[in-house]
């Protein structure tokens, strides 16, 4: 924008405002028959079938979407926290307009100087009506067929958005009665199963034979018994973080803050999220939500073996349906890279590449990079069927081994010498 003269910035500021305006009214509109929609429902089931139905709607009318506007309609649907930055979610929608007009109005701006305007005052003295028109039309280079799609198109992506967020809405207090029913009765057997497995360390042979117990692998009460687990994981780190206080998670952060992490590393690392409220739950529509992830930052290993559990269960889940799940499934030992290495060399092979920055494995979480570790390397002494405990990984990756580190010192310097000779 900064390479454009004033006159050019001022003629793209009108039609800047004649589309938001009309993209602003399509989603009022929208807005007016949704809560006619959910006003005519029976009860909340029905809500949730039409929330679902609607979703697919838009869906199937964004797959309709022209190639050289979908980037400005996916960076709206699902934006990244850098993409959002500081701004409300009209501030956000208006600056994508912004890039839209910006990328294509180029010609508009010369033919317009070139054959209508001459001043800023010309420009500034037109009246509204102008802009109107101009948008709609095919003149001085206008592709109106393009900007009515940009806008049809804006408008689907914000109802989608509006609906996605109502669901999700809906699949939270679901699982917050189901938590409730759950705990109702003091002797629940899997609440006090769940709470065992998190109060104490476990090997991964000791997760699957408690699972084995519950379900005897078979793949519906697998699949009940994970959803028993989402259910107990949601609420209870719910309940969790309230043990934290507002100074403890600012603490926390002035600490990473100390070591050396800019507010943009606690954005790509997921420590921080940022993202515009939709209005649902009753604060402003368009202001910028920040969420701190508390369990990353406070108690990122409370749950570990949960978490364990919940693997294993999806890695039996995929064998019954012949498929691979990624990091989650278990490897055979045969399928295992052999290292001459011990569990602590490779552990801290695996910390010293993790905490490089810019990073270079993309992970949600260091557990689950101790996951992949155990699932795809054998060492020197781990056995071949059990595999390297995940436990014993965190415990490296917390506090390295001396000798490792020596050991490490050692090849790194090695390392530094043959790189130097392919100079």
Known sequence: ????????????????????????????????????????????????????????????????????????????????????????????????????????????????????????????????????????????????????????FMTIADRLKGYKSIL??????????????????????????????????????????????????DPTSLKYFLHDIEVYVFAEKDDYECNYSFEQVEEALESLRKRGHSEEDLLRLGYIRKYPSLGILGDKKGEITTYIDKEKLLFPFEFYSIYEMQGIIKSELAKHNKEQVGENNISNSSNKLKVNLSVPQLALLFKMINDLKPTVFNVKSEAELHRFISSHFQTKQSNPEKGISTQKLRNEFNSPDYKAIEFWVKHIRTMQAEIKKLK
């Open 1 to 152: 924008m900064g390479e454009f003269s004033k006159e050019e910035l001022l003629i793209l500021e009108k039609s800047i405002e004649q589309i938001e305006l009309q993209i602003s009214s399509g989603i009022y509109e929208n807005g007016d028959k949704d809560r006619m929609l959910f006003a005519s429902c029976l009860n909340d089931e029905e809500k949730e079938e039409l929330t679902k139905k609607e979703i697919k709607k838009q869906q199937k009318k964004l797959a309709k979407c022209p190639a050289d506007i979908s980037a400005y309609i996916t960076a709206y649907i699902n934006p990244s926290e850098f993409d959002i930055g500081d701004d409300d979610y009209h501030q956000y929608r208006e600056r994508i307009i912004k890039n839209y007009v910006a990328s294509t109005f180029v010609e508009v701006c010369e033919n317009l100087l070139e054959h209508k305007f001459t001043t800023i005052e010309s420009i500034e003295s037109e009246p509204d009506c102008f802009w109107e028109v101009l948008i709609e039309s095919h003149s001085y280079g206008v592709e109106d067929i393009q900007i009515s799609n940009f806008i049809k």
């Open 168 to 217: 999700d809405t809906i699949e939270t207090e679901r699982f917050q009665q189901e938590y409730a029913k759950m705990t109702e009765d003091e002797d629940n057997e899997i609440y006090k199963l769940l709470d065992g497995v998190r109060s104490k360390d476990h090997t991964g042979l000791q997760l699957f034979n408690i699972i084995k117990e519950q379900t005897n692998l």
